[in-house]
């Protein structure tokens, strides 16, 4: 992502008023709000970009093995801009592997892919990972305030002690322990005399 000189000093600015917090004035709040929607632009059109090259590459994988050329050369961009092979990837690479750019794909992406699978294990998300949706600049200091949702009131305290604003009412012992179920009696056996 680029910026133009004039994004840039909006941008210094904004950290300079993160840093040290002081009133804004209007423009420099405009000016912030527009480098937001700037940046949320940004941050769509890599998306929509992203989604072609995917279903690019799609198109080229389904097409092989006459495709491989167009494949080879849509998979190393993908993967410069962090895509994670799929199996289809990897078993499209190993029925190519014949070629030596092929089978060097074919190495880079079981990396790639094992790497992605333990940082998924890990719990952690990977920087390949599709962006999530950025929240919008809602409020600066000294600018546009917040839209606040309306408190909702909770649920009424005991009268024995007082609830703390926040702090979640102690559970019933039925809530925590569900009642016991008995015993079905053991099916009565009829012996057969003989």
């Known amino acids: 992502m680029a910026f133009s000189a004039d994004e840039l000093r909006v941008l210094r600015r ?3 008023i993160a840093l040290h917090p002081t009133p804004l004035s209007d423009e420099d709040v405009q000016d912030c709000l527009r480098l937001a929607g700037s940046v949320d632009e940004a941050v769509g059109e890599a998306g929509r970009l992203r989604a072609f090259l995917l279903a690019d590459l799609a198109r080229y994988r ?3 093995p006459g495709s491989a050329t167009g494949y080879l050369e849509l998979l190393q961009d993908a993967l410069a801009a962090g895509y994670d092979p799929r199996p289809d990837d990897l078993a499209a690479l190993r029925a190519l592997r014949g070629g ?8 880079r992406c079981q990396v790639v892919a094992e790497r992605s699978v333990r940082a998924r294990l890990a719990g952690r998300s990977v920087g390949a990972a599709a962006p999530g949706p950025r929240s919008r600049l809602l409020a600066l ?5 917040a839209t606040r949702e309306p408190e909702r ?3 009424p305290a005991s009268p024995g002690k007082p609830q703390k604003p926040g702090e979640r009412p102690m559970p019933k012992p ?3 322990f569900p009642p016991r179920r008995r015993p079905a009696p053991p099916p009565s056996e009829e012996r057969a005399a003989g």
Not at 141 to 145: L, T
Request: proline share 16%; no cysteine; net charge negative.
């Open 174 to 176: 039925s809530e925590v």
């Open 14 to 16: 904004a950290l300079a």
């Open 62 to 64: 389904n097409a092989l």
């Open 153 to 155: 009131p909770g649920p």
């Open 100 to 107: 030596p750019l092929a089978a060097a794909l074919l190495e």
């Open 141 to 145: 200091p000294g600018g546009r305030a």
